[in-house]
Protein backbone atom coordinates (compact mmCIF):
# COMPACT_ATOMS: atom_id res chain seq x y z
CA UNK A 1 0.00 0.00 0.00
CA UNK A 2 1.32 3.37 -0.78
CA UNK A 3 -0.95 5.64 0.58
CA UNK A 4 -0.68 7.73 3.77
CA UNK A 5 -0.02 5.15 6.63
CA UNK A 6 -0.65 6.35 10.52
CA UNK A 7 -0.65 4.15 13.49
CA UNK A 8 -2.02 3.23 15.83
CA UNK A 9 -5.64 3.63 14.68
CA UNK A 10 -6.88 3.72 17.55
CA UNK A 11 -5.78 4.62 21.29
CA UNK A 12 -7.33 5.28 24.64
CA UNK A 13 -5.65 7.10 26.95
CA UNK A 14 -6.25 8.16 30.87
CA UNK A 15 -6.38 12.11 31.41
CA UNK A 16 -3.09 13.52 31.80
CA UNK A 17 -1.09 10.68 30.06
CA UNK A 18 1.13 11.42 26.94
CA UNK A 19 0.17 9.77 23.31
CA UNK A 20 2.38 9.69 20.03
CA UNK A 21 0.61 9.39 16.53
CA UNK A 22 2.98 8.31 13.58
CA UNK A 23 2.65 9.35 9.95
CA UNK A 24 4.09 7.95 7.36
CA UNK A 25 3.26 10.13 3.86
CA UNK A 26 3.14 8.72 0.26
CA UNK A 27 6.69 9.02 -0.60
CA UNK A 28 8.16 11.91 -2.67
CA UNK A 29 5.61 14.06 -0.62
CA UNK A 30 7.29 16.94 0.56
CA UNK A 31 3.91 18.39 1.81
CA UNK A 32 2.85 17.12 5.52
CA UNK A 33 -0.26 18.09 7.27
CA UNK A 34 -1.97 17.15 10.49
CA UNK A 35 -5.85 17.86 11.05
CA UNK A 36 -8.04 17.30 13.69
CA UNK A 37 -11.53 16.38 13.30
CA UNK A 38 -14.37 16.03 16.06
CA UNK A 39 -17.59 14.08 15.54
CA UNK A 40 -19.82 16.64 13.69
CA UNK A 41 -17.34 18.97 12.03
CA UNK A 42 -15.25 19.17 9.33
CA UNK A 43 -11.01 18.56 9.79
CA UNK A 44 -9.61 21.59 11.47
CA UNK A 45 -5.55 22.24 10.78
CA UNK A 46 -2.82 21.73 13.12
CA UNK A 47 0.04 22.33 11.87
CA UNK A 48 2.03 21.68 8.06
CA UNK A 49 5.65 20.97 7.47
CA UNK A 50 7.74 21.51 4.29
CA UNK A 51 10.35 18.95 4.36
CA UNK A 52 11.08 19.09 7.73
CA UNK A 53 10.48 22.58 8.54
CA UNK A 54 7.58 23.12 10.39
CA UNK A 55 6.26 26.20 8.51
CA UNK A 56 2.63 26.46 9.94
CA UNK A 57 1.41 26.30 13.23
CA UNK A 58 -2.50 26.55 14.35
CA UNK A 59 -3.36 28.60 17.49
CA UNK A 60 -5.48 25.37 18.29
CA UNK A 61 -1.98 23.84 18.90
CA UNK A 62 -1.51 24.20 22.19
CA UNK A 63 2.20 23.92 24.36
CA UNK A 64 1.07 20.69 24.98
CA UNK A 65 1.09 19.68 21.10
CA UNK A 66 4.45 19.22 19.14
CA UNK A 67 4.66 18.02 16.33
CA UNK A 68 8.24 16.81 13.90
CA UNK A 69 9.47 15.40 11.00
CA UNK A 70 12.95 15.08 11.72
CA UNK A 71 14.54 13.88 8.95
CA UNK A 72 11.57 14.98 6.09
CA UNK A 73 9.78 11.65 5.13
CA UNK A 74 7.57 10.20 8.14
CA UNK A 75 6.22 12.64 11.39
CA UNK A 76 5.11 12.51 14.71
CA UNK A 77 2.05 14.54 16.69
CA UNK A 78 2.51 14.11 20.60
CA UNK A 79 0.14 15.42 23.11
CA UNK A 80 1.56 15.75 26.62
CA UNK A 81 -1.02 15.71 29.48
CA UNK A 82 -4.04 14.81 27.42
CA UNK A 83 -7.59 16.50 28.43
CA UNK A 84 -10.73 15.10 27.64
CA UNK A 85 -11.15 17.39 25.48
CA UNK A 86 -8.35 15.87 23.37
CA UNK A 87 -10.68 13.35 21.64
CA UNK A 88 -10.39 13.26 18.39
CA UNK A 89 -9.27 11.86 15.18
CA UNK A 90 -6.09 13.09 14.17
CA UNK A 91 -5.94 12.79 10.61
CA UNK A 92 -2.20 13.50 8.54
CA UNK A 93 -2.03 14.07 4.49
CA UNK A 94 0.68 14.65 2.03
CA UNK A 95 1.00 16.28 -1.20
CA UNK A 96 3.70 17.00 -3.16
CA UNK A 97 4.78 20.18 -3.24
CA UNK A 98 5.07 20.57 -7.26
CA UNK A 99 1.25 20.83 -7.15
CA UNK A 100 0.06 24.05 -5.83
CA UNK A 101 -3.69 23.22 -6.31
CA UNK A 102 -4.62 22.10 -2.45
CA UNK A 103 -5.65 18.04 -3.26
CA UNK A 104 -4.39 16.04 -0.11
CA UNK A 105 -3.83 12.54 0.16
CA UNK A 106 -5.33 12.03 3.96
CA UNK A 107 -4.36 8.89 5.88
CA UNK A 108 -6.90 6.65 7.75
CA UNK A 109 -6.82 8.62 10.89
CA UNK A 110 -5.87 7.59 14.18
CA UNK A 111 -8.80 8.28 16.82
CA UNK A 112 -7.97 9.13 20.57
CA UNK A 113 -10.37 8.57 23.05
CA UNK A 114 -9.03 10.04 26.55
CA UNK A 115 -10.94 8.89 29.32
CA UNK B 1 -11.45 35.39 9.77
CA UNK B 2 -11.51 32.93 7.10
CA UNK B 3 -14.07 30.77 6.83
CA UNK B 4 -16.16 27.93 4.62
CA UNK B 5 -19.90 27.25 5.90
CA UNK B 6 -21.46 24.19 4.01
CA UNK B 7 -25.46 23.80 4.05
CA UNK B 8 -27.48 21.69 4.96
CA UNK B 9 -25.45 20.27 7.66
CA UNK B 10 -27.52 17.49 7.17
CA UNK B 11 -29.85 15.84 4.57
CA UNK B 12 -32.29 12.60 4.16
CA UNK B 13 -33.81 11.52 1.01
CA UNK B 14 -34.57 8.23 -1.11
CA UNK B 15 -32.70 6.07 -3.68
CA UNK B 16 -33.05 7.78 -6.88
CA UNK B 17 -33.42 11.72 -5.67
CA UNK B 18 -30.98 14.11 -6.87
CA UNK B 19 -29.47 16.00 -4.11
CA UNK B 20 -27.55 19.65 -4.11
CA UNK B 21 -24.67 20.64 -1.33
CA UNK B 22 -24.04 24.18 -0.87
CA UNK B 23 -20.49 25.47 0.29
CA UNK B 24 -20.05 29.28 0.63
CA UNK B 25 -16.36 30.27 1.48
CA UNK B 26 -14.68 33.83 2.85
CA UNK B 27 -10.95 33.51 2.37
CA UNK B 28 -8.11 35.90 1.12
CA UNK B 29 -5.31 34.17 -1.43
CA UNK B 30 -8.27 32.09 -2.83
CA UNK B 31 -6.76 28.99 -5.14
CA UNK B 32 -8.61 26.16 -5.27
CA UNK B 33 -11.87 24.79 -3.85
CA UNK B 34 -11.94 21.17 -3.10
CA UNK B 35 -15.12 18.42 -2.53
CA UNK B 36 -14.19 15.48 -0.92
CA UNK B 37 -16.49 12.49 0.39
CA UNK B 38 -16.03 11.04 3.80
CA UNK B 39 -17.08 7.37 4.86
CA UNK B 40 -16.04 5.99 8.53
CA UNK B 41 -12.53 6.63 7.09
CA UNK B 42 -10.20 9.19 5.40
CA UNK B 43 -11.81 12.01 3.34
CA UNK B 44 -11.41 10.96 -0.54
CA UNK B 45 -10.66 13.22 -3.40
CA UNK B 46 -13.22 14.04 -5.42
CA UNK B 47 -13.22 17.53 -7.40
CA UNK B 48 -10.97 20.34 -7.66
CA UNK B 49 -12.21 23.88 -8.86
CA UNK B 50 -10.15 26.80 -10.02
CA UNK B 51 -12.33 28.88 -12.64
CA UNK B 52 -15.59 30.21 -12.51
CA UNK B 53 -18.88 28.24 -14.46
CA UNK B 54 -17.02 25.38 -15.28
CA UNK B 55 -18.53 22.23 -14.55
CA UNK B 56 -16.42 19.39 -13.45
CA UNK B 57 -18.39 15.87 -13.65
CA UNK B 58 -17.81 12.49 -12.72
CA UNK B 59 -20.48 10.11 -13.39
CA UNK B 60 -23.94 10.99 -10.97
CA UNK B 61 -21.47 14.10 -9.45
CA UNK B 62 -20.66 17.18 -10.34
CA UNK B 63 -19.47 20.42 -9.34
CA UNK B 64 -19.48 23.88 -10.16
CA UNK B 65 -17.70 26.94 -9.05
CA UNK B 66 -18.73 30.72 -8.69
CA UNK B 67 -15.87 33.21 -7.80
CA UNK B 68 -17.81 36.34 -7.70
CA UNK B 69 -20.01 35.47 -5.18
CA UNK B 70 -17.83 32.65 -3.65
CA UNK B 71 -20.03 29.22 -3.46
CA UNK B 72 -19.86 26.22 -4.91
CA UNK B 73 -22.53 23.38 -5.33
CA UNK B 74 -22.02 19.76 -5.36
CA UNK B 75 -24.91 18.04 -7.06
CA UNK B 76 -25.49 13.76 -7.03
CA UNK B 77 -28.07 12.51 -9.68
CA UNK B 78 -29.99 9.27 -8.77
CA UNK B 79 -28.46 8.69 -5.47
CA UNK B 80 -27.59 4.97 -4.44
CA UNK B 81 -27.40 3.87 -1.01
CA UNK B 82 -23.61 3.97 -1.55
CA UNK B 83 -23.53 8.01 -1.46
CA UNK B 84 -24.04 8.33 2.12
CA UNK B 85 -21.48 9.93 3.68
CA UNK B 86 -19.90 12.88 4.85
CA UNK B 87 -19.17 15.73 1.97
CA UNK B 88 -16.83 18.23 3.17
CA UNK B 89 -15.95 21.49 1.09
CA UNK B 90 -12.63 23.04 1.48
CA UNK B 91 -11.04 25.49 0.19
CA UNK B 92 -7.11 26.13 -0.32
CA UNK B 93 -5.46 29.41 -0.23
CA UNK B 94 -1.95 30.57 0.00
CA UNK B 95 -0.48 33.49 0.77
CA UNK B 96 -0.18 36.34 3.64
CA UNK B 97 0.47 34.46 6.62
CA UNK B 98 -0.04 31.14 5.22
CA UNK B 99 2.05 28.46 3.08
CA UNK B 100 -0.61 27.00 1.84
CA UNK B 101 -3.48 24.92 3.85
CA UNK B 102 -7.24 23.91 3.11
CA UNK B 103 -9.49 25.21 5.45
CA UNK B 104 -12.91 22.50 5.64
CA UNK B 105 -16.80 23.38 6.22
CA UNK B 106 -17.96 21.27 8.62
CA UNK B 107 -19.49 19.23 6.66
CA UNK B 108 -22.88 17.95 5.02
CA UNK B 109 -24.30 14.27 5.77
CA UNK B 110 -26.00 12.83 2.90
CA UNK B 111 -28.39 9.52 4.17
CA UNK B 112 -29.81 8.08 0.89
CA UNK B 113 -32.65 5.11 1.73
CA UNK B 114 -33.61 2.86 0.24
Known amino acids: DTGVSQNPRHKITKRGQNVTFRCDPI?????LYWYRQTLGQGPEFLTYFQNEAQLEKSRLLSDRFSAERPKGSFSTLEIQRTEQGDSAMYLC?????????????FGEGSRLTVL | EDKVVQSPLSLVVHEGDTVTLNCSYEVTNFRSLLWYKQEKKAPTFLFML????IEKKSGRLSSILDKKELFSILNITATQTGDSAIYLCAVYYAGGTSYGKLTFGQGTILTVHP
Open chain 1, 27 to 31: SEHNR
Open chain 1, 93 to 105: ASSPSTVYTGELF
Open chain 2, 50 to 53: TSSG
